[in-house]
């Protein structure tokens, strides 16, 4: 009897760093491999960078104001809300000078949570990815949706706008931005530094652009949990005033980086550990039944 359990705990011993290999990318597998929305009421559960979405709408790949790009990566799903903003959104883009609508990028896997490559947010159904390319034609085949690219904004490594920023950019931002749906929209400071300057109107909207790397080929919009629902959570609000400042000093900290701080040499040497994969048990209890649902 003795010999029968040592026997078994040195299995369990032996397959342990297998186990535990499988579970460090379990979460990301498992939500990776689900192709359709859980037959559950929509809700968002945990954070925008580590939760899941239950009962998840697909956004339709082509709309009479937008197409749904990269079709083959299936992040086009997301809150109703959040294809509501979308509809609305795309509708306004669509009475912009040269802009037929919108070119839609990554919202959701249909289930949310961590995914396979890319992104450590959009795992709620509530993150979209805009593209900056005005389209001027809404019949593009899925061919072209996986190898149109979109164009990049930026100049001197993000510190300006380029010639293909044109005012229809602000007014998109601006209106995207005004919308009570949404908490912030992430954009390269160059261009919120850009809209800074040229706004000569109510510049309360400004605070919810907020400058950060990349984003040059596309924004990046956030919308705030749906009013009421337990079990999302929001992020911290934007600091009070439009943020123009804040946007200004990195852009004169790309233009003039500051001097790195002297190494005290007599300091402890820290290796910094790799960002870790979530598991499962990292999640929301209720992304579980998001994963089993039918």
């Not at 297998?18 to 498992?30: D, M, N, T, V």
């Not at 795992?123 to 034609?137: A, V």
């Not at 690219?149 to 920023?165: C, D, E, K, L």
């Not at 990046?220 to 749906?226: E, F, N």
Request: hydrophobic share 35%.
């Amino acid at each position: 009897m003795i010999l029968a359990r040592l026997s078994c705990i040195l299995v369990l011993l032996l397959a342990w760093p297998a186990h535990q290999a499988l579970a460090e990318i379990l979460a990301k597998q498992q939500f990776g491999s689900k192709t359709n929305g859980s037959s559950q009421r929509a809700a968002a559960w945990g954070s925008y960078a580590k939760g899941c979405v239950a009962g998840a709408v697909q956004l339709p790949e082509t709309g009479p104001t937008w197409q749904a790009m990269r079709l083959s990566r299936n992040r086009n799903w997301g809150l109703p809300g959040t294809v509501d903003y979308i509809r609305d959104l795309s509708t306004f883009a669509a009475s912009l000078p040269g802009w037929k609508g919108l070119y839609v990028g990554d919202i959701s896997q249909p289930r949310g949570g961590p995914m396979l490559s890319g992104h450590r947010s959009h795992q709620i159904g509530l993150d979209i990815d805009i593209w900056m390319l005005p389209p001027d034609r809404l019949n593009l085949s899925t061919s072209a949706r996986e190898n149109l690219s979109s164009i990049s904004m930026r100049r001197a490594n993000g510190a300006f706008v380029n010639s293909s920023w044109t005012p229809a950019h602000h007014a998109l931002l601006r209106a995207a931005a005004k919308d009570k749906r949404v908490a912030r929209i992430f954009v390269f400071p160059g261009a919120k530094v850009q809209m800074c300057n040229d706004e000569k109107g109510n510049r309360k909207w400004l605070a919810k652009i907020r400058p950060w790397w990349g984003h040059h080929y596309h924004f990046h919009v956030r919308l705030t949990c749906p009013r009421g629902r337990k079990g999302c959570t929001n992020q911290t609000p934007p600091p009070k005033g439009d943020g123009c400042a804040d946007a200004q000093k990195w852009v004169n900290d790309i233009l003039n980086p500051p001097k790195p701080k002297k190494a005290d040499p007599n300091a402890p040497k820290v290796t910094p550990k790799p960002r870790r994969e979530y598991v499962l048990a990292d999640l929301p209890q209720q992304c579980t039944g998001v994963l089993q649902s039918k």
